[in-house]
């Protein structure tokens, strides 16, 4: 059974933080690595953060140094930890694995950063 589910998002200023939390099914935790997604409005999902079983992670330039993704391999959850948010922060945000092999994604939970 393929399940994703995302919550924690929020309405926060600039400069706030939002921790996101991902339950994910056990069949797609197991076979790869994670990641975080988010959809501006009116753009694609673009992968903002990945991260491997082990932990070793990788961060789009856009979120380096403001996100941390950690995973809890026991639960089968992913977290992504955001600190001084930005407007340009605001989106959806979803989690999958980290190359899309499911292809049904989860409800999202929305982020809007305020100026």
């Known amino acids: 059974q393929v399940q994703l589910v995302e919550s924690g998002g929020g309405l926060v200023q600039a400069g706030g933080s939002l921790r996101l939390t991902c339950v994910a099914s056990?069949?797609?935790?197991?076979?790869?690595?994670m990641a975080w997604y988010r959809q501006p409005p009116g753009k694609q999902r673009e992968s903002v953060a990945r991260?491997?079983?082990?932990?070793?992670?990788d961060y789009s330039d856009s979120v380096k140094g403001r996100f941390t993704i950690t995973r809890d391999n026991v639960k089968n959850m992913v977290f992504l930890q955001m600190d001084k948010l930005k407007p340009e922060d605001t989106a959806v945000y979803y989690c999958?694995?980290?190359?899309?092999?499911?292809?049904?994604w989860g409800p999202g939970t929305q982020v809007t950063v305020s100026s």
């Open positions: 999958n694995d980290a190359f899309q092999f499911n292809t049904h």
């Open positions: 056990r069949l797609i935790f197991e076979i790869t690595s």
């Open positions: 991260i491997w079983y082990n932990g070793d992670a």
